[in-house]
């Protein structure tokens, strides 16, 4: 194992435990992976049946595009679920410049994503991604290969993405963006369902302040922040 998988392996180990703590989990049923740097062809995956705050590093199995096992002599000792690396595989396979991707079935992140107008620009935490988010059309279960041609034409440019009556997905070009970006997103879905549900009519900024305030969250200017970000959640957890 390289220096550059171990670490990609405790990173990863450790933003499954931070989103199990976050209550972002659905039990078994979604998934992060992490490209292995110096590698267009290998992630890491978890182990399917693990538990989020179960997982460490050596949970984590080593996988092709295809969502194979490249490490056979752990075949049968760490499941895959292949079918739920269709998303994932598509995003990989056309954007390189992406090295983490998660999904979440979130309640408040689900029922934006069943909400005809998608995300509101009602919260701070929603303007950071006003004219930088995408929507996915639903089509089943991801278990067709067919999808990832749409996956990855819907998703565009964009770092994170709306699965239309499904849930969530962020993605960065390293773990601490991802992490940031599906952390905001989660919270402006929270927001706008309990804004929503208290009633009252909805306040939108004026449209100059909206475009003002994506500005200023600009992707190119934020990595500092999204280190800094990370590096004060993971204690939580380490």
């Not at 598509?90 to 995300?119: E, P």
């Not at 993605?171 to 940031?180: D, I, P, Q, R, W």
Request: with cysteine; glycine share 6%; proline share 3%.
């Amino acid at each position: 194992m390289t220096d550059a998988e171990a670490s990609t392996r405790e990173e990863l180990a450790t933003l499954y435990r931070l989103i199990a703590h976050l209550r972002m989990t659905d039990v078994i049923d979604t998934h992060i992976s992490a490209r292995i740097p110096g590698s267009q062809h290998h992630f890491l995956i978890n182990a399917y049946g693990k538990l989020f705050h179960e997982i460490g590093p050596d949970d984590l199995v080593k996988i092709d595009l295809d969502g194979n096992t490249v490490e056979p002599e752990r075949e049968g000792h760490l499941r895959v679920n292949k079918a739920g690396f269709v998303i994932h595989s598509a995003i990989h396979m056309a954007r390189h410049d992406i090295a983490c991707v998660i999904h979440t079935h979130t309640a408040d992140g689900i029922a934006v994503s069943c909400q005809a107008a998608g995300l509101l620009p009602i919260s701070q935490h929603a303007m950071k991604f006003h004219g930088r988010l995408s929507y996915h059309a639903y089509e089943g279960i991801a278990v067709n290969l067919e999808e990832r041609e749409r996956l990855i034409r819907d998703l565009g440019a964009n770092h994170a993405m709306i699965l239309r009556n499904h849930g969530l997905l962020a993605t960065g070009a390293s773990v601490a963006e991802a992490f940031a970006n599906i952390y905001f997103l989660e919270r402006a879905c929270q927001v706008q369902i309990k804004a929503q549900a208290g009633g009252a009519a909805l306040h939108l900024p004026p449209a100059e302040i909206i475009e003002r305030t994506a500005a200023q969250f600009d992707p190119a200017q934020s990595d500092w922040h999204s280190q800094l970000f990370w590096a004060s959640a993971r204690r939580m957890v380490d």
